[in-house]
């Protein structure tokens, strides 16, 4: 059971924080055979974010292969162009059945709305698994915060 | 700051070197690594954890996500027919991958070094720069130091792939304090630091990091943390370098509870809880050079 625990919320009813999340049809297609794709089980959405970062997160599953991959979100404040990347390296714990990603972006502009898209790539940067759909965030005024974290029971 | 003239300087750098592989040296003998653990004991089947030792393990290996860096060699659920290509090892675990992370320890501005940017009587400056140096791990091997050359130009183009981060160090005997008088020290005088800058006092404070660095996240340096707020408690200051920084840890949600239970873990990681004998001293056998290939021996 999940619980949704808003810690801290600053203007939160404002931000808009996320839209529903979708898979794209490249989930759904056999694609290559001997490629491994990963699924996105949960998320993307916005985990914390302050008045010039934030973090995204997602869960994946049919994870396998090496301890290292990147989380990667595409992002940008227009939504047909996403031409802005975020990387960040995360570890795949092989004693569990899926994994977090989580990715940092920096330099963003207070009170400003951003559109993104996420994926991951192995440790050699190959893609393993589908984009998913765009979301949204919106950055709070300067020195303020936003905290929305899903704490497990 | 010892005031040295360069002569002496190359000397005293030339003897931290020959220090470094004296110590490295010593660690990979029996005598450091005996691998005489309770948890050791445990994987024997002749010792049995408690019930906070058992749930930090299963912690570790499980929500809180230690063992993707720190290998307890028991991490690998590949389904049927899937090959097993990862770390799986039949010695005894070695706790880390050996790999290079950047974790977003903040700087630790205690250390004298922030300091050291004036000459000394010999026209030294250890540290030019002063608080605005940034500790950049192996990027910082890579691309040289203070006007010394790169130790290779054709590693300076991996520099941005490696700022920050700083080798996993093994999780054995991270718990070992010194001994009590008369040969050791009387309780609070030997304070034991963790990680690269010894930012991180206790084996708690380095767990409620990997726990909430992200969640107490502040753009603020050290001893400026906001009011209403405790470093190191609900505030942690910035990293010192925020590329490639790690983001397996920072939110993972551990209730105080789990905390302690994972620091009870890793105090079963300290050699001596089984005698260490001439036979415990012979293990694990991959350690020995008989088991290398002869191009390593």
């Known amino acids: 059971m999940k619980k949704l625990v808003f810690v801290t919320v600053v203007f939160a009813a404002a931000c808009g924080l996320s839209t529903p999340n979708r898979l794209t049809a490249d989930d759904q297609s056999p694609g290559n055979a001997t490629a491994h794709r990963v699924q996105i089980t949960e998320g993307p959405q916005l985990e914390s974010a302050s008045d010039n970062s934030a973090i995204i997160r997602w869960t994946a599953d049919r994870v396998k292969g090496t301890s290292l991959r990147y989380g990667v979100v595409h992002y940008g404040t227009d939504l047909h162009g996403l031409s802005q990347t975020a990387k960040s390296p995360n570890r795949w714990n092989g004693a569990l059945p899926a994994m977090v990603y989580r990715v940092q972006i920096n330099h963003l502009k207070p009170g400003t709305t951003y559109f993104y898209r996420v994926e991951s790539v192995d440790a050699k940067d190959i893609s393993e698994g589908p984009e998913s759909a765009v979301s949204q965030f919106t950055t709070p005024a300067a020195g303020e915060r936003i905290v929305n974290f899903t704490q497990p029971e | ?297």
């Open chain 2, 1 to 297: 700051m010892i005031a040295l003239s360069p002569t002496d300087r190359t000397h005293a750098q030339q003897a931290y070197d020959e220090f470094g592989q004296a110590i490295a040296a010593y660690e990979i003998g029996s005598e450091v690594s005996s691998f005489t653990s309770k948890f050791d004991a445990f994987l024997a089947g002749t010792a049995t954890l408690t019930a906070a030792e058992m749930s930090g393990y299963n912690l570790f290996r499980g929500k809180a996500n230690c063992n993707t860096c720190h290998l307890d060699g028991r991490s690998n659920t590949q389904a049927a027919g899937e090959t097993d290509n990862g770390m799986a090892t039949n010695a005894a675990p070695m706790f880390t991958d050996f790999t290079y992370n950047n974790i977003g320890l903040p700087m630790n501005l205690a250390l004298p070094w922030y300091s050291e940017n004036h000459p000394d009587q010999f026209g030294f400056t250890a540290n030019p720069a002063g608080v605005a140096f940034i500790d950049l791990g192996v990027g910082l091997f890579l691309d040289s130091y203070y006007g010394s050359p790169p130790p290779d130009l054709d590693w300076v183009p991996l520099t941005p792939f490696f700022v920050g981060k700083f080798q996993t160090s093994t999780l054995r005997n991270v718990g070992q304090v010194p001994p009590a008088p008369p040969t050791g020290y009387p309780a609070g005088v030997f304070v034991k630091a963790f990680m690269h800058n010894g930012y991180l006092l206790s084996l708690n404070e380095v767990v409620h990091f990997y726990n909430t660095r992200d969640k107490f996240a502040f753009p603020v340096l050290s001893g400026h943390c906001p009011a209403g707020t405790v470093e190191k408690v609900t505030c942690w200051p910035m990293p010192e370098e925020q590329d490639n920084k790690n983001m397996t840890i920072g939110n993972l949600g551990l209730t105080s509870a789990e905390e302690n239970d994972l620091v009870a873990f890793m105090e079963t990681l300290t050699d001596g809880f089984v005698p260490i004998t001439p036979a415990s001293l012979s293990k694990p056998a991959v350690m020995g050079k008989a088991a290398l290939p002869p191009s390593h021996q």
